[in-house]
């Protein structure tokens, strides 16, 4: 059981919204820790998607966004495409367990 | 450009021993954090084990605390994760990650090493 809890799958048709939510608590998110998001695609390494809540690095296309509200955040990717079929992952720190902690992830399928 | 390689992965006996080495380059490798993260077949990332920049600090997850001894080596751009008593719940992929800051954001990530526990 992770300490971050994430849908197991969401799925949406192309040109779509679909938002993965990433739900912590008041040792993790809720206590002030930042969160990332990675993309991973089946037998690749992780890539770092979204760092710090909100920000996209280089060459991440800007349909990626994300947001954090109190215990909780959510990755959205808009304009879904078929290329974005992977596995997504947040990620933060507990203060209780000091330790990094990252969610079950959640599959993303285009329909 | 940036890039950490992992190498030492295989197959191991239960109750066996096998260390993993990851070299890093592109990068000023004595200023960051390492972190090793595992990624067991069909399942989620699971951080492992952590080193701060001159390799002074370190911090494990429960599961590993006491089998597992993570290190560095500056001069040769080497982080090592030295894996004692190992099970068959350690079957997995094993990353090596560079840490932006201090438990900040990873990247980039080496591209795994696999680890099978197995008689």
């Known amino acids: 059981q992770s300490v971050l809890t994430q849908p197991p799958s969401v799925s949406g048709a192309p040109g779509q919204r679909v938002t993965i939510s990433c739900t912590g608590s008041?040792?993790?998110?809720?206590?002030?820790?930042?969160v990332h998001w990675y993309q991973q695609f089946p037998g690749t390494a992780p890539k770092l998607l979204i760092y710090?809540?909100?920000n996209r690095p280089s060459g991440v296309p800007d349909r990626f966004s994300g947001s954090k509200s109190g215990t909780s955040a959510s990755l959205a990717i808009t304009g879904l495409q078929a290329e974005d079929e992977a596995d997504y992952y947040c990620?933060?720190?507990?203060?209780?367990?000091?330790?990094?902690?990252f969610g079950g992830g959640t599959t993303v399928t285009v329909l | 450009e940036v890039q950490l390689v992992e190498s030492g992965g295989g197959l191991v006996q239960p109750g066996g021993s096998l260390r993993l080495s990851c070299e890093g380059s592109?990068?000023?490798?004595?200023?960051?954090?390492l972190h090793w993260v595992r990624q067991a077949p069909g399942k989620g990332l699971v951080w492992v084990s952590r080193?701060?920049?001159?390799?002074?600090?370190?911090s494990y997850a429960d599961s590993v605390k006491g089998r597992f001894t993570i290190s560095r080596d500056n001069a040769k751009n080497m982080v090592y994760l030295q894996m004692n008593s190992l099970r068959a719940e350690d079957t997995a992929v094993y990353y090596c990650?560079?840490?932006?800051?201090?438990?900040?954001?990873?990247?980039?990530w080496g591209q795994g090493a696999l680890v099978t526990v197995s008689s």
């Open positions: 990650t560079k840490d932006h800051g201090h438990n900040d954001w990873f990247d980039p």
């Open positions: 592109g990068f000023t490798f004595s200023n960051y954090w």
């Open positions: 080193i701060n920049n001159d390799g002074t600090s370190t």
């Open positions: 008041g040792s993790n998110i809720g206590a002030g820790y930042d």
């Open positions: 710090s809540h909100s």
């Open positions: 990620r933060s720190f507990d203060s209780s367990l000091s330790a990094v902690v």
